[in-house]
């Protein structure tokens, strides 16, 4: 029974070990060029799921363009694989706007810079791994 004790009280102690031990995280600076019109915000979407991409952001952002290329952090990230959409909300209604077909009529970009030429690219296209303070670059 003493032996049983024991075991309980380090798995217990073992357990309250992990729980209490401080989750990891980074930060991401992001810097977006090429904007042709300096009005509007940049809609930043980091995403870590491939059901999410282009639907939910883990951590999203909004940045008033005021040049034609933005600096931003995303701070507090945890570790793991994430794919960044932005967008160039020229007319700050939140959305991005699509004319015909669904062509989006407002500038956009991926992390890694993927081709648009056919639609959006993957979600592993775009894919990254946040293990530590980084810095990208994204082209619109």
């Known amino acids: ?6 075991l309980l009280l380090i798995l217990f ?18 810097i977006v060029n090429n904007f042709e019109k300096i009005k509007g915000e940049l809609q ?3 995403t870590d799921k491939k059901e999410d991409f282009l639907k939910h952001c883990k951590y ?7 040049n034609n290329s ?5 701070a507090n990230i945890k570790t793991g694989i994430y ?9 700050n209604n ?3 706007d699509t004319g015909f077909f669904g062509i989006p009529s407002e500038p956009y970009a991926f992390s890694n810079n993927p081709s648009r030429s056919f639609g959006p690219p993957n979600f592993e296209k775009c894919t990254l791994l946040i ?7 994204i082209e619109l």
């Open 1 to 6: 029974m003493l032996k049983l004790y024991f």
């Open 13 to 30: 102690s073992s357990n309250l070990l992990i729980a209490q031990e401080p989750q990891i995280t980074y930060n991401l600076q992001i």
């Open 44 to 46: 930043v979407c980091l």
């Open 60 to 66: 999203s952002k909004v940045v008033t363009v005021t």
């Open 70 to 74: 933005v600096s931003l952090e995303i």
């Open 83 to 91: 794919s960044i959409s932005v967008f160039h909300d020229e007319n």
């Open 94 to 96: 939140g959305v991005l």
């Open 131 to 137: 293990n530590k303070d980084k810095q990208i670059s």
